[in-house]
């Protein structure tokens, strides 16, 4: 009888150990060089890492020019090219900015802050239900949870759990630290109804690619996209307002944080209405990618749905995770 060899899990288990350390030590680097510096260098120095990274992380960026490419057919390829540079800058910045805001008094971040559209979230709340907001990978996603549980009330959001360990705690840690609560993709459906139903307010991102059983496929940049229906499908069973919200920067290192009209729900009787509901969510982002596309996260393999009928789009594989940007980027991948 022929003995198979063992297969050699415990070196491949170590090799991501050290590799998670040495992300967890870079950021503690970051994150400390962030804390020291003076603001007005805050921002150039996140963009130029963001840039560094541009040029480090060939795959990424070439799933964002080709996604780029493809929601903007006529634009030329060094138009292209500029929006993906603006894209990985931004992120750059949002890493610094999201670990500066954490030593942050909740005076310190809204005196960063002017909010337009206060008196839609103030008029939900005063309806005495819950309320669903929404956004996506776009603009200063990190930074307005945060202010939101400063300026309202935290609330119970749903995050995707990070490749390291380490750095998922970190992350977690910096969330919660203002109040929010924090639940995994897998299972949340129940947890976000009961706070819905509570009058309790939760938040959820759109613009993943979903393959599971909550996905429905809508139209992104005129492609298919496979997207959560979890956000509609809860807001039509609890009947609450859907807001969408977004953080985009200013001059001076500030922040114009928006909270958007509540989208328009169809008759929840109506057997298109979950579909609907999530169209005219993902409506809205288009809009504010459109207007601002270096603030959006290409680097996201969005348009699986459209590669796999033959449509345009990059197919490698975005598994990568490097320790600085990977700690927000993979959130998407």
Known sequence: MTTLPERPVAPVR??????????YLAVLGIRLAARLMPRR???STGAWLGALFYRLDPRRRRTAVANVRAAFPVRTDDECRAIVRGAFANLGRHVFELLRFDTMSAEQMLDL?????????????????GVMFYTGHFGFWELQIMVHAVRFEPILMVARTLNNPLLDAMIERVR???GTRIIPRQGA????????????????MIDQHMQDRSAVTVEFFNRPAATTSSIAALALRAGVPVIPVFALPLAGGRYRMIYETPVDAPDPESPDAVQTLTQRCTDVLEMYVRRYP??????HRRWRVADAVGGTGDRTSSGTHHPVTGALATDGD
Not at 14 to 23: F, K, P, Y
């Open 14 to 23: 170590r090799s991501r150990s050290v590799r998670h350390r040495l992300e």
């Open 41 to 43: 260098w805050l921002v």
């Open 113 to 129: 802050v002017e909010f337009e559209g206060l008196e839609r979230v103030e008029h939900a709340l005063a309806l005495g239900r």
């Open 176 to 178: 919660t630290r203002v």
């Open 189 to 204: 459906v129940r947890g976000l109804l009961r706070e819905l139903l509570e009058h309790r307010s939760v938040g959820m």
């Open 294 to 299: 270096e603030l959006w996260l290409w680097m």
